[in-house]
């Protein structure tokens, strides 16, 4: 009997917090071991660097999107886990912010693979106090939330009870088939996200969205620090035109490593962890701008204009 290996997939747009939960999930103390595979949209890669490694081996598939372009090595990153992973407990697939998660599904189905890799769970996390806003920026969003086996509106603490009344209505009308849990900083029980069984084998399925170009990335190496409050002031400036501002960063003056997040007016500094550091390596910051009809150069020239480079 060929062995049968669970996958997990977790979705949700932009700053919903996929990889605070993944992170919560292999920090519990489970005793399972467990293989990730984290998708980025960038051409240079930071979610990877800030998974916990305390659990399994952790893959990283940068500069494009699981449900187009990097289809084929998915494929291909699976089926070396499944040849290699007999101590496995199961597999986790963090996607983009803008990938559809029924491109991973699609891959799960129609590939050839040394042992059963079967869908436990998609899960989507819900920005609650920016459901909005994601929304309105992508249909990737709205395929998130449709394609479902449980959602998870993530920041309940940002927003009041009757917020998030009306949201599980909303969502309802979207995904009559997903349960949903409500989470402050993506803390769950593990037994509610792994091992469930949620998926729905029969459950009628859409065709995969793919891009259309709504959203574009601009990434930047900077090979020196970057001064902090003029940083921080530079992100302020693209609002509107970001939709997320992510990046590992040392300030002037200062020996630590900073992981930056920016979704809207939120704004997050964290220390980085080791192998964030890593990832760093000498240089000043890794920088990666998320929204629409972005460039590279044009970012890297507003960056010296407001002095923090």
């Not at 927003?159 to 949201?167: E, Y």
Request: proline share 3%.
């Amino acid at each position: 009997m060929r062995r049968r290996l669970p996958v997990t997939v977790v979705t949700g747009f932009l700053g919903s917090g996929k990889t605070t939960l993944i992170n919560h999930i292999l920090t519990e103390g489970h005793g399972l071991r467990l293989a990730v595979v984290v998708n980025e949209f960038g051409e240079l890669g930071i979610d990877g660097s800030l998974i916990d490694r305390r659990a399994g081996p952790v893959t990283e598939l940068a500069n494009g999107c699981l449900c187009c372009v990097n289809q084929g090595n998915l494929a291909m990153t699976l089926a070396q886990i499944a040849r290699d992973g007999a101590a496995l407990d199961g597999i986790i697939v963090e996607t983009s912010g803008l990938a559809d998660p029924l491109g991973v599904v699609d891959v799960l189905v129609h590939g050839h693979f040394a042992c059963d890799l079967v869908l436990d769970c998609v899960i989507t996390l819900v920005d609650s106090a920016n459901f909005d806003a994601g929304l309105a920026n992508a249909t990737v969003a709205y395929q998130q939330l449709t394609g479902a086996d449980l959602l998870v509106l993530n920041k309940a603490d940002l927003v009041d009870a009757a917020t998030l009344t009306l949201l599980r209505e909303r969502l309802r009308t979207l995904n009559r088939h997903a349960a949903s849990v409500t989470a402050s900083h993506a803390g769950l029980p593990v037994g509610m996200l792994l091992g469930t069984g949620r998926h729905d084998v029969l459950r009628p399925r859409r065709d995969v969205e793919h891009h259309t170009g709504e959203v574009s990335v601009a990434s930047l190496t900077l090979h020196r620090p970057v001064d902090h409050q003029r940083f921080l002031t530079w992100v302020e400036t693209l609002a509107g035109r970001a939709l997320r501002v992510k990046a590992l960063v040392r300030f002037d003056g200062d020996p630590r490593a900073f992981v930056f997040n920016g979704v809207g007016a939120r704004q997050d500094l964290t220390q980085a962890p080791p192998a964030a550091r890593l990832r760093l390596g000498d240089a000043g910051a890794l920088i990666v701008v998320l929204g629409g009809d972005l460039d590279s150069a044009d970012i890297e020239d507003g960056l010296r204009r407001s002095g923090a480079i």
